[in-house]
């Protein structure tokens, strides 16, 4: 199969259990595959290097700023940003394939299809939920913030039909430690950028998320696993304000 000129770049921490599966999956069609890794302690790099056309080292200092920087690293105008934990279908490879040649579009989102373990979570808001993942670099710019940070993009956004696999969360234990990183990075954004948060405010949202995600987006048709999604969705707003409550009152050690 002919390879087209499309860099696949990959951000990297700790993820040698998933990172061949990520890799195989463009390995074959793409002509760059970028691997920025921050500060790995197991496998990952020397797997990434079996892959990849380019392995940096650079330590995470900001989530925006960081991504920018790997991006900036490939030698292709398109890029197809991807998580270690993702891959794409065969699918999507054709439709990506078809594409790229003749479209007038600047970017496109792509659809995720997300597991909890083995399950593909249909509902909650979880799918088809589109991210913008694919762009031309020289229009596309992340907001150099810790976490979720915004996209600037100067042109038009297609979108595309066919899924990202993604396998972020091994079980509710990853789940979990997950939504704790996050959620720290979230009080800490609030402080930094001077947000004001009250008790009562925050009190709402996780009232607000849990029958958003449960009810309003039909979590409950994914039964107890969307209960737990609606359910975490709650917590991430709590143990936010929590922990920017800590961090103002200056109790934490």
């Known amino acids: 199969m002919n390879k087209i000129p499309l860099s696949v770049v990959v951000i990297t921490k700790n993820e040698e ?62 890029i197809l940003s991807l998580d270690a934990d993702e891959k794409v279908s065969p699918q999507l490879r054709e439709e990506i394939t078809a594409t790229l040649p003749m479209t007038q579009f600047h970017a496109f989102s792509i659809p995720l299809r997300n597991f909890i373990g083995k399950y593909w979570v249909k509902h909650s808001g979880w ?72 008790a009562g405010t925050a009190l709402w949202r996780t009232i607000d998320r849990f029958f958003r995600h449960f009810i309003g987006k039909r979590g409950y048709k994914d039964g107890f696993i969307g209960f737990m999604i609606a359910f975490y969705a709650s917590l991430y707003q709590i143990m936010s304000y929590a922990k920017y409550w800590e961090i103002r009152k200056g109790i934490k050690e």
């Not at 899924?163 to 990853?174: M, N």
């Open 127 to 198: 799918y088809p939920a589109g991210k913008l993942r694919l762009f031309m670099k020289s229009r596309f710019k992340y907001e150099e913030e810790g976490v979720h940070p915004r996209v600037f993009l100067q042109g038009d956004t297609g979108h595309l039909t066919k899924d990202i696999i993604h396998k972020g969360y091994p079980d509710f234990e990853h789940f979990l430690a997950s939504l704790n990183r996050q959620t720290t990075l979230e009080a800490k954004k609030w402080v930094e950028t001077g947000r004001h948060m009250s």
């Open 17 to 78: 259990r998933n990172i061949a599966d990520c890799l195989k999956s463009v390995a074959d069609w793409v002509d760059e595959i970028v691997v920025v890794d921050d500060e790995s302690t197991d496998r990952t790099v020397a797997i990434a290097g079996e892959f990849a056309s380019k392995v940096f080292h650079r330590k995470m200092d900001n989530e925006g700023r960081h991504r920018n920087w790997a991006y900036a690293q490939a030698k292709n105008e398109w």
